[in-house]
């Protein structure tokens, strides 16, 4: 009976902190941290642009994003990447697969006005490798965010996030 109990205090107590989260992530995305000119009432048109060169399958990448439609948050659909639309999926990820083939930059675009977007980034590589990338995040066709040909070394990595 003592874990059954214990149990369910953790439960109570993991679901509490939970909410906590939750509840400070959908605060925090209350304001515009990106940038950027938009109505609220109308969402943000979302166009987000990576290119990598010179990854290698040893190197870490990862950029995710991730949004939430404004008309209906329960929509699932709200993303295309390189004009091929996600079908019921709120997040894009990318990883070094992704990067290390023929393709080496992504535009990924919201199809529907979003009332949050949050974007992850973050590029690692060995001590004897590099390679670059660049970045670009437009909301309601503004640029709100551009880096351009950073150098990725074991010295200098990049992890970032973004809430537009």
């Known amino acids: 009976m003592k874990n059954t109990i214990t149990a ?10 939970l909410c906590t989260i939750a509840a400070g992530l959908f605060a925090s995305c209350s304001g515009d941290d990106g940038g950027g000119t938009s109505n609220p009432a109308n969402g943000k048109n ?80 060995s001590a004897e490798r590099s390679y670059t990338f660049s970045y670009k995040a437009e909301i309601n066709g503004e640029v709100v965010k551009e880096e351009n040909n950073v150098q990725v070394t074991s010295d200098n990595d990049y992890t970032h996030d973004y809430t537009y």
């Open 46 to 125: 979302v166009k987000l642009t990576i290119t990598v060169n010179g990854a290698a399958d040893s190197d870490y990448l990862s950029f995710v994003a991730v949004g939430s439609a404004q008309s209906n948050p329960a929509e699932n659909t709200v993303w295309k990447v390189n004009g091929a639309t996600l079908t019921n999926e709120r997040a894009v990820s990318l990883g070094e697969n992704e990067f290390t083939g023929s393709t080496k930059t992504y535009v990924i675009e919201s199809v529907t006005p979003l009332s949050v977007a949050s974007v992850g980034m973050q590029f690692l590589t």
């Open 8 to 17: 369910k205090s953790g439960i109570k107590k993991m679901a509490l902190i």
